[in-house]
């Protein structure tokens, strides 16, 4: 699978996500502290497609911390960037959505505003590493307007072999 993307995106830019994954999330313990410790723990995902390609769908299953996480990516077809759309049964909140494109070099950065223990944050997600069967997603805020970034989760995909 060739990770070389056109700098447009397109409605087919998540194909590589579909179906069941292994993940390997390593998080820290506090997202805005540099020193802060990092955990790891497993989970299962699954993604599925919607409206052709230009949606869809995954529910991250996190059995060992009692949680499930859901994201909702849309295609806009006019200003042509995508929307990651984050929710976790723990809040049962949508979060702000990041907002952007896979480049040629096949990574995805998707930008956006929110805030964290009651601090503006600028949330920043990369896709990168995307084969046919792996792939990573990373988290960092910046508090500084893009000036410094804190990486504070990243999960590794492993996608699931039939048993």
């Known amino acids: 699978m060739s990770t070389a993307r056109d700098t447009a995106a397109a409605p087919r830019d998540f194909d590589f996500l579909h179906g069941d994954w292994d993940v390997l999330n390593?998080?820290?313990t506090d997202f805005l502290d540099p020193d802060s410790?990092?955990?790891r723990f497993p989970a299962t995902s699954r993604c599925w497609n919607l409206f052709g390609g230009a949606a869809?769908?995954?529910?991250?299953?996190v059995p060992v911390q009692g949680w499930?996480?859901?994201?909702?990516?849309?295609?806009?077809?006019?200003?042509?960037?995508?929307?990651?759309?984050?929710?976790?049964?723990?809040?049962?909140r949508l979060f702000p959505p990041v907002l952007g494109r896979f480049g040629p070099d096949g990574r995805g950065v998707f930008l956006g505003?929110?805030?964290?223990?009651g601090k503006e944050v600028r949330v920043r997600?990369?896709?990168s590493g995307i084969s046919a069967t792996t792939a990573r997603w990373e988290q960092a805020f910046s508090l500084d307007?893009?000036?410094?970034?804190?990486?504070?989760?990243?999960m590794d995909f492993t996608r699931r072999t039939a048993d």
């Open 26 to 28: 390593t998080r820290r």
């Open 37 to 39: 410790d990092w955990i």
């Open 56 to 61: 869809n769908l995954d529910e991250l299953d």
């Open 68 to 92: 499930k996480g859901l994201t909702l990516r849309l295609f806009d077809v006019q200003s042509g960037l995508w929307s990651l759309n984050w929710s976790s049964s723990r809040s049962g």
């Open 113 to 117: 505003d929110d805030t964290h223990d």
């Open 125 to 127: 997600y990369v896709w």
């Open 145 to 154: 307007g893009e000036r410094t970034w804190l990486s504070n989760w990243a």
